[in-house]
């Protein structure tokens, strides 16, 4: 049974995402953007740090990054779980570490436990981005830890596949969800220069892609309500 809401003539999305320095962040603003150019109604939250001070702290560069990253992005609102309650559409964005989801990001899934225990995010649509340091630093393996969240919310996935010019470019190529390349040093100062156009356009068709099936399972599940 979904759980989306049937009463709004406007399909809702929740991006929610985890950022080190800076570049997950970017990327969720540009899906922020291409959201808001469909029309639907946009919330762009960010997940905090749960623990106090870096990550890393002898690497002073990537410190210094962190750090800047935290200032440039302290006004955009805190995510909390009534943020993916009120979406149709939910997609979660974070580094990969080893693989697997950042800490804060997992910190902020356990959080909506008690959502899914009552079927509250069941039905909606939802998909899932990632940055890694390098090209086989484990994208795939990212996406497919937090789909695996997915399956267990009872969310509808929707990847951008290989449905579109852009995915192919040389900088995209992962049908999972969009995947960006941050490089091994964070810079202070050249946040997110590694974020190609193409990944900005690919995290945009992705997008738009989630607002097009969501909308759609809306209308559908709308003129069922109303038989």
């Known amino acids: 049974m979904s759980t989306a809401d ?3 003539s406007t399909t809702k999305i929740s991006i929610v995402y ?4 800076g570049n997950i962040h970017r990327l969720a603003v ?3 953007e291409a959201a808001a150019r469909t029309g639907a109604d946009v919330r762009l ?3 905090p740090e749960y623990a106090e001070g870096s990550l890393a702290p ?9 750090r800047e990253n935290a200032e440039a992005t302290a006004g955009t609102p805190t995510a909390s779980a009534d943020d993916l309650d009120w979406a149709d559409a939910i997609l979660l964005g974070g580094p990969g570490r080893f693989g697997m989801i950042a800490a804060p990001l997992k910190h902020f899934i356990d959080l909506a436990w008690p959502l899914n225990a009552r079927g509250g995010l069941s039905g909606k649509v939802m ?3 990632t940055s890694t340091g390098a090209p086989h630093g484990g994208q795939e393996a990212t996406i497919l830890s937090l789909n695996t969240v997915f399956y267990h919310w009872g969310g ?3 990847p951008p596949g290989v449905t579109d010019e852009i995915m192919t470019a040389p900088s995209n ?10 490089g091994r040093q964070a810079i202070p100062g050249r946040l997110a220069e590694n974020v190609t156009e193409d990944n900005l356009a690919a995290i945009a068709y992705q997008t738009r892609r989630m607002v097009e099936v969501a909308d759609a399972l809306r209308r559908g599940r709308t003129a069922d309500a109303h038989g």
């Open 173 to 182: 190529g992962n049908p999972y969800g969009v995947s960006s390349v941050s």
């Open 45 to 47: 939250r960010r997940v």
């Open 30 to 32: 540009a899906a922020e």
């Open 156 to 158: 509808i996935i929707v």
């Open 58 to 66: 002898e690497f002073t560069e990537w410190t210094e990054a962190w």
């Open 6 to 8: 049937t009463s709004s």
């Open 18 to 21: 985890y950022s080190g320095t």
């Open 127 to 129: 998909s899932s981005f």
